[in-house]
């Protein structure tokens, strides 16, 4: 790639710390922002630098708000019975969608001893105090992706659970509506079957 001037050099650098941007892609967007007005460039760094001064961590769940507590752990219209636990803060979007009225625990990613992360290095032990300091807890729904690290998370804390007689549960796993069969792998059609149920 050839030289730019250093202020374009290091925006391209910056950008791609960012999940999924490449050199050329950084380079189009540092493009683009040199076109838009001045304001726009001062308005993204103004937002930039709340979130990284007003953004902190739920002491409860973990999530990401700008107080102490996130709006889902204060609202007391939740039931305080079930907790789902989730990799990522952006889980909790999708897991809201579905119609989720209980309240989470945010790991912070899933086992993965490969790339260093261990069950010291997630929310594990935080859950674990919660679920001490909640005694109305009677479920952990644990959901994570259906890989190899989510597997493993889950195993291991289901495991946890079980010896506090606490019950856990994973999400369900078969087609999705409007899909395929032929399309549908092995393992998927095979979850499906071995969790049918009677019509």
Not at 65 to 78: A, G, L, N, V, Y
Not at 110 to 135: A, F, Q, V, Y
Not at 161 to 190: M, Y
Request: with cysteine.
């Amino acid at each position: 790639m050839r030289e730019y001037p250093k202020p374009i050099q290091n925006l391209v650098n910056l950008f791609t710390y960012l999940p999924g941007v490449g050199p050329k892609t950084a380079l189009r967007y540092v493009f683009y922002l040199l076109k838009q007005p001045k304001g726009t460039i001062e308005s993204m760094a103004r937002a930039l630098t709340e979130l990284q001064l007003a953004v902190t961590s739920c002491t409860v769940c973990k999530t990401y708000t700008t107080q102490d507590m996130c709006e889902i752990c204060r609202d007391s219209k939740r039931d305080r019975t079930v907790i789902c636990a989730v990799a990522h803060p952006r889980d909790i979007g999708t897991i809201e969608s579905a119609g989720f009225r209980g309240r989470y625990h945010v790991l912070g990613g899933t086992l993965s001893p490969i790339e260093g992360i261990t069950p010291d290095t997630l929310e594990i032990n935080s859950l674990l105090k919660r679920l001490t300091d909640e005694p109305a807890v009677s479920e952990v729904v644990l959901a994570f992706n259906p890989d190899i690290e989510g597997e493993a998370t889950i195993m291991y804390i289901s495991k946890l659970l079980k010896e506090r007689h606490l019950k856990a549960s994973r999400l369900a796993r078969g087609l999705p509506a409007g899909s395929d069969l032929e399309f549908a792998d092995e393992v998927t059609l095979g979850d499906a079957l071995n969790r049918r149920w009677e019509v």
